[in-house]
């Protein structure tokens, strides 16, 4: 059970870390506004979350209890799609580009409203979110819903640690990035590894 949930922790931790949509648009807000309103970007971003497991707890938990063979096809799909992650990342330029050009001030509350509305209107969550999730479930004597909401409790927590490290090092981080090129390079196969190490799991 810690095993599992440690090895869910460090997943999300690497995933949250490697650039994407949403940590770079962190970083650009707080380079831009200041750190109070990459925070509150990172609150918006992490609230949605809290719907996706909600969407994902109560209705993987249903097809659990009422179809195991579908669940297991739910598993393969997730498995699937991890992979064709891993591809994407394989395709994609490992340069971190972010600009800060262009960018417009809002007020904070603006921020959370944008982050939120940028995470829950993503379908891409809720299939990574359906992806990712079950491959973690942890106890056999516990109800699934609880461990949904334990496993978006820890990956909520984990990536507004590393999300709000970003905002508040925002200028060290930018200039850090734009010192030392390759760290784009070893992200990015952190995270390929990390896509297909899970998918393997499920497969194996």
């Not at 939120?116 to 999730?133: D, E, S």
């Not at 973690?136 to 990536?159: A, E, K, P």
């Amino acid at each position: 059970m810690l095993e599992t949930l440690i090895s869910f922790v460090f997943a999300t931790a690497t995933l949250a870390i490697s650039p994407g949509p949403d940590n770079i648009f962190v970083l650009t807000q707080s380079i831009v506004n200041g750190r109070k309103y990459g925070l509150a970007t990172v609150a918006g971003l992490m609230t949605g979350c809290i719907i996706h497991t909600t969407l994902v707890a109560f209705g993987i938990s249903e097809i659990i209890k009422q179809n195991p063979n579908l669940f297991f096809i739910i598993k393969l799909f997730g498995a699937g799609y991890l992979l064709y992650l891993a591809y994407q990342v394989y395709k994609s330029d490992a340069k971190i580009a972010f600009s800060t050009e262009n960018v417009q001030k809002k007020s904070t509350l603006q921020l959370f409203k944008t982050g939120f509305w940028m995470n829950v209107l993503n379908p891409k969550v809720t299939i990574f979110f359906l992806a990712f999730f079950p491959q973690f479930l942890f106890s056999d004597s516990l109800s699934n819903v609880f461990q949904f909401y334990v496993l978006g409790g820890l990956f909520i927590l984990t990536s507004f640690l590393i999300f709000s490290s970003i905002a508040i090092l925002a200028g060290k981080i930018s200039e850090y990035l734009k010192q030392h090129k390759k760290v784009g390079t070893y992200l990015k196969w952190a995270q390929i590894v990390v896509f297909i190490g899970i998918a393997m799991l499920i497969l194996l």
